[in-house]
């Protein structure tokens, strides 16, 4: 049986970097990316910012009280694009099957490199490496491993600049040291249960009986358990995936009735948490649909103020934009109504992520 190859490509610090190889006046220095005023937000914080805990998605009043010395500097996206686009053409020299997850990531699938030119994937993957550095100047951390998720552990192992290989004979060594927050999905919360239960380390999940971890997290517990084995059979997707999930009904008369409304649309928002879970999505917007009797479709939509599959938080969502659309209405009559949800993310931020 053949394995397969995946990289995960993920730039150190992008934006910050960016700016720091654009003006050499930064270089060594804490830079923070975003706007410095009372309301701005750290896009990107440089290595030498995160020592003072700087982090990314940070209110910048924050930033600067944590490193009073550190420069902030306005986000330039249509340089980063470009330096973005350069890095992609160079995935496109070892793949065609790359899944780009934002401007300074993505996964590649190397299968055939490692099948037809008889490479090893370390190889390819210190190659990859070194013509990201020669094009831009910029340093990447790169992660190799037969799925995702172990590709995606690896990049981040050794950040910045960092090459790792987890052999498929290693997985398990590998792994069971590592703090459980390291693996993908398991958010603070998930963490804090676990923690609970004695279980800090992914050997400790690993071993953890299903039936017990059943009792805390129902069905996702198998997930759990299968990531803290380091099982992922995700494909890499070139293709765009489908990028919103709905579900509506028509009905045979028109409905008039604000509660009887809701009723239908919690059905609708379990069975769009159910799908986001089943394709290991999250949503960070929701939509409703209407269609009054003689009046054209209308949609509405907000945002949920992060990223999320619970069926109760797009519920809430959902029902705050119908009350919004009928509030001011004496009357009114509908005779379709849908929950959507778009804004699509398999892996949110942890600290984006509502549960
Ligand atoms: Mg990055």
Avoid at 183 to 208: D, E, W
Avoid at 282 to 296: D, E, H, M, P, W
Avoid at 319 to 324: F, Q, T
Wanted: positive net charge; proline residues 3%; hydrophobic residues 40%.
């Amino acid at each position: 049986m053949t394995h397969r190859a995946i990289i995960h490509v993920d730039m150190d610090a992008f934006y910050a970097s960016v700016e720091q190889r654009d003006n050499p006046g930064l270089r060594g220095r804490p830079v923070m990316v975003g706007g410095s005023g009372n309301r701005g937000v750290v896009a990107a914080a440089s290595y030498e910012a995160r020592q003072f805990g700087v982090r990314s998605a940070m209110p910048s009043a924050r930033a600067r009280r944590l490193c009073p010395s550190g420069v902030f500097v306005p986000a330039r996206f249509e340089r980063y694009r470009a330096v973005s686009r350069q890095v992609f053409e160079i995935f496109g020299d070892f793949s065609s099957r790359i899944e780009g997850l934002s401007l300074d990531e993505a996964f590649l699938d190397v299968s055939e490199w490692v099948g037809e030119k008889q490479k090893s994937l370390p190889d390819i993957g210190a190659e990859l490496k070194r013509r990201i550095t020669e094009a831009t100047g910029l340093t990447a951390s790169v992660g190799m491993a037969h799925n995702k998720l172990l590709a995606k552990i690896a990049s981040d192992y050794d950040k910045p600049d960092g090459l790792v290989h987890i052999p498929i004979d290693q997985v398990q060594r590998f792994l069971d040291p590592l703090p459980i927050r390291r693996l993908s999905g398991i958010g603070p919360r998930t963490a804090g249960r676990l923690h609970g239960i004695g279980v800090f380390t992914v050997g400790q999940l690993r071993r953890t009986s299903l039936d017990v971890l059943s009792g805390l997290f129902g069905k996702h517990a198998l997930e759990l358990v299968e990531r803290a084995a380091g099982i992922d059979e995700r494909e890499v997707t070139t293709e765009r995936v489908r990028r919103s999930i709905s579900q509506e009904t028509t009905f045979s008369d028109d409905r008039h009735d604000i509660e009887a409304l809701v009723a239908v649309m919690a059905e609708q928002a379990e069975k769009v948490a159910q799908r986001l879970a089943d394709r290991g999505f999250y949503a960070r917007t929701v939509t409703i649909k209407l269609r009054s009797s003689g009046f054209s479709t209308i949609t509405r939509s907000q945002s949920l103020g992060g990223h999320t599959r619970s069926a109760r938080r797009i519920l809430a969502g959902a029902r705050e934009l119908l009350e919004g659309w009928a509030g001011w209405r004496q009357q009114f009559a509908v005779r379709l109504i849908g929950v959507g949800v778009t804004g699509l993310s398999e892996r949110p931020d942890e600290s984006d992520l509502l549960e």
